[in-house]
């Protein structure tokens, strides 16, 4: 019997199990940058402010200036951020401001409530500014849904990866942002995550395969675990089933998931995770276990705007200079340090 339990197309934004909301896979050509960190190019017929298709290789998305998401709020569940090309900046109500890219994460828990922006700033004024980014919505037990919210900063210096040579010399490459595996261990998540208890069972996995390669993922901790395995390059036989690019293969996570590249080789997206197995409510950028909760949620941020906006713009950037740091609530400093030198990371994962 196939461990392939359901394959399904991929849209814009990606079906998910509890505890995952969705998913999104954002990729993006943009063009040389201009004095404001937007695109050198005209912005005549996008539907500015609202640009979510592709034109001419990229999108607006919310931002009229700058590519992204100004100013918005989120409560009650977590975003994961995986970073894989270009910069993202990002500022919050809690005063709180970061630039990321280049394979780092963030991971914020928004519960009890936060405004936030996530900028694309086109930092090459002569060159490729390409932006590829996973953006993991993961929702918060009710016990945890009013923490107080908190991001935590993965670089990807600290992130590790294993690497894998098969019988025939082909290699995959496993990189950890979650969950463990062959021993290797990422940095923590917020401590409030429902991935910060072991028996939740998550695990976030990206594999790099190259063409031809064959591999085994390892079945989860425990039987009760969903696994999707989101292929959205190349293609692959999972258990000798083929998936195209833009599939998603649900399979069993009890057993070993056999894998076969194909001819142009695969990149997969591996998300795991026990289910949190309770109400989901949600409502735009709030997502709570009752409709009476998303209710007080929007009473709440029109009476105290989750703290308000401590910027003088919906947008901000933070300049030209492609150099990587968060700059924390508490006004903890930190940057990614290379491979093998502690940086900050363990520290704000305890606080």
């Given at each position: ?78 975003t994961i951020t995986f970073a894989r090309k270009g910069f993202i900046d990002h500022s919050d109500s809690m005063g709180a401001t970061a630039r990321f890219g280049r394979g780092d994460v963030q991971w914020m ?243």
């Amino acid at each position: 019997m196939s461990i392939v339990l359901q394959t399904v197309p991929l849209g814009f934004q990606w079906a998910t199990a509890d505890p995952f909301l969705f998913c999104v896979h954002h990729l993006d050509f943009y063009p040389a940058g201009n004095a404001e960190f937007g695109p050198q190019a005209s912005l005549a017929g996008r539907s500015i402010g609202n640009d979510f298709e592709p034109k001419d290789g990229w999108r607006m998305y919310h931002g009229s200036t700058v590519p992204g998401f100004p100013e918005h709020p989120h409560r009650g569940f977590e975003t994961i951020t995986f970073a894989r090309k270009g910069f993202i900046d990002h500022s919050d109500s809690m005063g709180a401001t970061a630039r990321f890219g280049r394979g780092d994460v963030q991971w914020m828990t928004a519960g009890a409530g936060v405004v936030h922006c996530e900028m694309f700033p086109l930092l090459s004024p002569s060159g490729d500014n390409t932006v590829e980014l996973f953006q993991i919505w993961m929702n918060l037990p009710a016990a945890d849904k009013m923490v107080e919210p908190h991001f935590t900063m993965l670089w990807n210096e600290a992130i590790p990866s294993h690497r894998h040579v098969d019988d025939a010399g082909l290699a995959t490459t496993v990189t950890v942002i979650a969950g463990t595996f062959d021993g290797l261990v990422p940095p923590a998540p917020p401590p409030a995550s429902w991935a910060s208890r072991a028996e939740a069972d998550v695990a976030i996995w990206h594999v790099v395969m190259e063409p031809g390669a064959t591999f085994e993922l390892p079945r989860a901790a425990g039987d009760d675990a969903t696994r999707v395995l989101y292929v959205f390059e190349g293609s692959a036989h999972v258990d000798g089933e083929f998936a195209a690019k833009d599939t998603g293969v649900v399979v069993d996570a009890a057993e070993v998931a056999p894998i076969e590249a194909g001819p142009q080789g695969v990149e997969i997206l591996m998300l795991q995770a026990r289910p949190i197995g309770e109400p989901v409510a949600q409502y735009g950028p709030f997502v709570m276990n009752t409709r009476e909760e998303i209710e007080q949620a929007f009473r709440d941020y029109r009476e105290t705007g989750f703290g308000g906006w401590p910027w003088d713009r919906p947008d901000p950037v933070h300049g030209p200079v492609p150099a990587r740091f968060a700059r924390h609530a508490n006004g903890r400093e930190e940057a990614p340090q290379p491979a093998g030198v502690a940086s900050g990371t363990a520290a704000a994962a305890a606080e």
